[in-house]
């Protein structure tokens, strides 16, 4: 039998991602259900988390379900990924008896790995989520590795709920300097969602370095062409942002610098101009600023942008807990 799994958006057809989003602004207006009574979720943590840890957690409890927090190598025994090795590092158990074993007790299973951020060429094969994809006997989510589809269901409804019908707004993906190279998973994410909205995207970032994995730029540029939409990449910010619908925020590190990031930090350094400030906001066309979170302040986005009414960032982070819901109630109903 397959197993449907939330891995990734692009598997998901418009229609599906449509009714979860439905579904989701439902749970918005009526906050508690039985969709999960008697299931349970595994939500195992491999790197950090304030958003996905809370809203998975409280979201399951809402549906009438009850959630295990993980977090293998801290509160679990650290897990191997490599076939065939002989165990004997610091991992106390192998992914194929750790996703057997949770499979037995729990009715899905939700995973948050973070690149290693050595080898691109490695990171980009997303192992871990994998692994557990095919070795469990129920349904995988994806918490963020190298893309972040909860964050794009979030996002995305955040926009229908500012701007309504999203087809050919202008919306930027702008990079941001950011003291540490950082996961290219939401930028993947928000090029993949907001073409497959039909939205005119430009992906604003200092250099052509900055480009995304070719992966997600043909995702993108897939779904510009089947939905009606367009993708173009600029690297300068004035144009960028002239009459934009939408600026979202992300940094990231750049893909052919992984493991050399001391060659990589001068470039950043040299755009921290880029931080997303009152005076670009001018150039749009009222548009809304969001960003996945969590943001650090007056070095990615100013305070006033912060602050401003045009931010919809908390309402993109509630909305979290709302496609969640909808995202494990319909994997239980598959
Ligand atoms: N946006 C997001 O995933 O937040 P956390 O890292 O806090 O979960």
Redesign the pocket.
């Given at each position: 039998m397959t197993i449907h799994h939330f891995l990734n958006t692009q598997d998901w057809t418009r229609s599906e991602l449509d009714t979860l989003l439905s579904q989701a602004a439902e749970f918005k207006r009526n906050k508690f259900g039985r969709e999960l009574e008697g299931r349970s979720i595994a939500l195992l943590f491999f790197n950090?988390?304030?958003?996905?840890?809370t809203s998975f957690e409280l979201g399951a409890q809402q549906l009438g379900g009850h959630a295990v927090v993980l977090q293998p190598g801290k509160d679990a025994w650290g897990i191997e990924f490599d076939v065939g090795t002989v165990m004997d590092g610091e991992a106390e158990e192998h992914i194929a008896e750790v996703a057997r074993v949770l499979s037995r007790y729990v009715d899905m299973i939700g995973v948050?790995a973070f690149p290693k951020f050595q080898q691109w060429a490695v990171d980009r094969e997303d192992r871990v989520l994998k692994s557990f994809a095919k070795y469990a006997t129920v349904p995988i989510i994806n918490?963020?590795t190298i893309t972040?589809p909860?964050?794009e269901l979030a996002h995305i409804l955040a926009l229908q709920e500012h701007l309504g019908e999203l087809k050919n707004r202008k919306y930027v993906l702008t990079w941001t300097y950011h003291p540490k190279p950082l996961n290219t998973a939401?930028a993947n994410s928000a090029l993949m969602i907001a073409t497959r909205f039909g939205m005119d995207v430009t992906l604003l970032c200092p250099t052509p370095e900055y480009a995304l994995d070719p992966r997600y730029m043909d995702f993108a540029k897939q779904n510009a062409v089947e939905n009606g939409g367009s993708l173009t990449i600029s690297h300068d910010v004035e144009s960028a942002y002239r009459d934009a619908h939408v600026i979202y925020a992300k940094s990231w590190g750049a893909l052919p610098y992984f493991g050399r990031w001391e060659q990589e930090k001068p470039i950043r350094e040299a755009h921290r101009h880029f931080m997303v400030d009152e005076a670009k906001m001018a150039l749009t066309d009222n548009a809304v600023f969001s960003h996945?979170?969590?943001l650090r302040r007056n070095i990615k986005a100013t305070d006033a942008v912060m602050d401003s009414p045009r931010c919809i960032a908390i309402d993109e982070?509630e909305n979290?807990l709302h496609v969640q819901k909808a995202v494990m109630a319909r994997l239980m109903v598959r």
């Open positions: 950090p988390s304030m958003r996905t840890r948050r918490l963020e972040h909860c964050q939401v996945c979170l969590p982070a979290r």
